[in-house]
């Protein structure tokens, strides 16, 4: 049986794996990881999006692959009340032009 135990740490997560039936031989293995979430970082959203996938993962749900019709995203966007500045706004738009291309690719190969 596996089993998942989630601390709150002072700077994040402490997510324990304990495995009490590892490859089938009764044996037990656990696994440690921490996620560290500092709110001052730039990367913090990352280290939380990587540890939502992870649990995913580890509970065997399926968030789907670049194949799937259907993938789960999470991502971080803009607050409601947010007001980007100019390199924001450009960097913004040039994803998002980048995006439209690839479905113009999509459209004209499947006309």
């Known amino acids: 049986m596996v089993e998942i135990t989630l601390e709150p740490a002072r700077n994040g997560v402490i997510k324990k794996i304990r495995d009490t039936n590892?490859?089938?031989?009764s044996s037990q293995?656990?696994?440690?990881?921490?996620y560290e979430i500092d709110t001052e970082q730039e990367d913090s959203h990352e280290t939380l999006m990587r540890f939502i996938y992870e649990i995913c993962e580890d509970l065997g749900l399926d968030v789907g692959n670049k194949f799937s019709s259907q993938v789960m995203k999470i991502l971080f966007s803009w607050g409601s009340h947010y007001e980007p500045n100019a390199e924001e706004i450009s960097s913004r738009i040039a994803e998002l032009e980048a995006e439209l291309e690839i479905l113009k690719v999509y459209q004209n190969d499947h006309i």
Do not use: I
């Open 29 to 34: 293995m656990t696994v440690t990881d921490v």
């Open 22 to 25: 590892h490859g089938g031989s």
